[in-house]
């Protein structure tokens, strides 16, 4: 058999995978009677309806046809994640000033274009407003410098 | 009844005049606006990222800001529409079509007018049908057992699926998909930890702002990164901003028409401002005297869609206030707000807390009369801001979304999952899965588990109750119906076509 449709084939698949392992890690937690239902019965219930929906995806994939998937561009998914990452895991340990200087760095490497100067001058804006707004203004607690120099 | 329309009316705007709720309602409406001229970053994206921040204001003060956010949006989003033929906001596609070809003729002064007005209009007319409507459904929903809570709730989503883009089937998916991942955490009933694999983060279950800000922001950065920056400003063309008489007296009657259809569409579960935009632009076009000139800079096809997404962008409370069902993914946001808040959504705010309840009602026509003033004049700054490139647009929104997360719980593990669930939600780009459904099905899975446990508790574990109690019964007929109708292959494809229009 030949697929048709290429997005509803993964589609379908991903449906499928959702709902079996929803279904699957449910068996664990107990199902309970349709009058007191334990903390299994919805889930199971749902993780079977997605699957069989997934399934019913996947298989019209074969019979209708549709567009392709359209190509993933690695570039902004790898940059715009690391960056978040590190802001989040860096924060604490070397200050809001620097995670945020890390990120809009980072991030800039994801576009089209990377030049240096606009980027330096972004981060530096960014800080003084975010640090003008969140930190003094809106007193979230963030150290603001790396624990080393307080 | 009419009586108690005024003094409550009276009392809301007592709530909304107080300078600190003006002054929070002007930075809603501000920002609603900035975002909404911005095309790649929608109310939804902003609204989670403020949520945070609404912690440390009171309840009131909160959702006037966040409510202003959503129809600021609705009218920034014709500015972007008009000037650069680029939706800003999905709701003003229809805008575009003969917007833009008005600014290309020179016009773009009268139809930003035209816009703006229709809006301001629309707003204030929804605003009485929001404040006359409101209480007698709150009454009636006062009466909502479990039974009725559980139906009116699959209907809300089947509504939702109804509003999705492409294959009936994986909206559905995605609505299970959503409910799925709104179990996670520890089960209320039994105090089980479910699907949380010893991480102790998810013991209170996925963010939901995490998740709107992943699958709405993160994942629509990753999208726009793979187009090109290419946008053209008519930024010398805005002079003589205001229509002429004769333009007058093209809209007004396309104005009325689109208020009234858009405060309907808004009511409906999963209705709201997209909808009525839509449907204001596919009447217009089939009744007006000059149909034939839409898609060539129409006026009417400005002032009727513009009017209607307003309207519709207001009467989508209505659900939200009444039975604490949100119609579109922004109103499950507020929804999220009010719970951070320690309200609980439902009839029972009306009667506990009329002064949130009509403080928020009144703060909405005020909130309109700040964009009408404020917005005209400063449509040169918007242009500007539409000048700005995407690349310094787009590290500046990921600082504020990360920022937004991070304080949420001040662990970074939240900003984690806002990454996982932005790869989700480019995923779900890529394979045509819409992501609004999901939304609403996190929102609601939850709450639609426990009314499902409870009406089957009392009902012995019959599932017929659910059939035998008449209004029950009657959301899950319409419920039933609209998927039927959707399944029919003359409707599917006139729907199709609807969504191409835009």
């Known amino acids: ?150 | 009844m009419d009586m108690s329309l005024f003094s409550n009316l009276a009392l809301g705007f007592g709530v909304a005049l107080t300078p600190i709720n003006l002054m929070y309602c002007l930075i809603g409406v501000l920002l609603g606006t900035l975002i909404g001229v911005l095309p790649g970053i929608g109310p939804v994206a902003t609204i989670a990222m403020l949520l945070p921040i609404t912690f440390s204001l009171s309840p009131i003060t909160a959702l006037i800001m966040l409510a202003g956010i959503y129809y600021g949006a609705q009218y920034g989003g014709s500015t972007s529409a008009i000037l650069v033929n680029l939706p800003g906001e999905s709701s003003s596609v229809v805008t575009c079509l003969d917007g833009y070809q008005m600014a290309r003729q020179g016009r773009a002064g009268p139809a930003l007018a035209t816009a703006a007005i229709g809006s301001f209009f629309a707003g204030c007319v929804a605003t009485v049908i929001v404040a006359m409507f409101a209480p007698p459904l709150a009454e009636v929903a006062l009466k909502f057992g479990p039974s009725e809570y559980f139906s009116l709730m699959v209907l809300g989503l089947v509504a939702a699926v109804v509003l999705a883009h492409g294959s009936v089937v994986k909206a559905v998916a995605m609505v299970i998909l959503g409910l799925l991942l709104g179990l996670v955490g520890t089960d209320v009933n039994s105090g089980v930890l479910r699907f949380a694999f010893g991480v102790a983060e998810l013991a209170d279950g996925i963010g939901f702002v995490t998740v709107a800000m992943g699958v709405f922001g993160t994942a629509e950065i990753i999208t726009n990164l793979e187009l090109k920056d290419k946008r053209e400003v008519f930024t010398s063309k805005v002079t003589n901003l205001f229509p002429s008489k004769d333009d007058f007296k093209r809209i007004w009657k396309p104005i009325l028409r689109g208020t009234a259809l858009g405060s309907m569409l808004g009511i409906l579960p999963g209705g709201g401002a997209l909808l009525s935009s839509f449907g204001a632009y596919t009447l217009e076009k089939k009744i007006s005297v000059n149909g034939h000139m839409f898609g060539k800079g129409a006026i009417e096809g400005v002032a009727a869609p513009e009017a209607a997404n307003n309207a519709g962008a207001q009467t989508s409370f209505i659900p939200l206030l009444t039975l604490g069902i949100p119609s579109n993914a922004v109103m499950a946001l507020m929804i999220g707000a009010m719970m951070i808040q320690g309200i609980a959504p439902g009839p029972q705010v009306m009667t506990e807390k009329p002064q949130l309840f009509w403080g928020m009602i009144a703060s909405m026509w005020v909130g309109n009369l700040m964009l009408v003033v404020l917005n005209l004049p400063m449509i040169g700054l918007w242009i500007k801001l539409l000048t700005v490139p995407y690349r310094i647009l787009y590290p500046s929104i990921l600082v504020f979304m990360a920022i937004g997360v991070f304080s949420l719980s001040n662990n970074p593990f939240d900003v984690l999952q806002m990454m996982l669930f932005g790869l989700l939600g480019y995923v779900f780009v890529k394979l045509a899965c819409e992501p609004a459904p999901l939304l609403l099905g996190f929102i609601l899975g939850p709450l639609m588990e426990e009314n499902l446990r409870r009406a089957m508790l009392l009902s012995r574990g019959d599932p017929w109750v659910f059939f035998q109690k008449p209004i029950s019964a009657g959301f899950l007929i319409a419920s039933i119906l609209l998927l039927v109708i959707l399944a029919l292959p003359a409707l599917r494809k006139k729907r199709e076509e609807a969504f191409q229009e835009g």
Request: proline share 7%; hydrophobic share 60%.
């Open chain 1, 1 to 150: 058999m030949k697929i048709k449709s290429p997005q509803d084939f993964w589609a379908g698949l991903m449906f499928i995978v959702f709902g079996l392992f929803f279904l699957i890690v449910a068996r664990d937690y107990q199902m309970g009677t349709a009058v007191r239902m334990g903390p299994g019965y919805f889930p199971t219930v749902l993780g079977g309806i997605l699957a069989v929906l997934g399934a019913v995806v996947l298989l019209t994939s074969f019979t209708m046809s549709g567009p392709k998937v359209p190509k993933l561009s690695f570039k902004p998914i790898f940059f715009i994640s690391l960056g978040l990452i590190l802001f989040g895991y860096l924060l604490k340990p070397i200050g809001f000033v620097l995670s945020v200087v890390v990120l809009v760095f980072v991030a800039a490497f994801g576009g089209h274009e990377f030049k240096l100067k606009e980027v330096a001058i972004l981060a530096v804006i960014l800080v003084i407003f975010s640090v003008l707004v969140f930190v003094k203004g809106l007193t979230l607690p963030f150290p603001l410098w790396p624990a080393f120099l307080d």
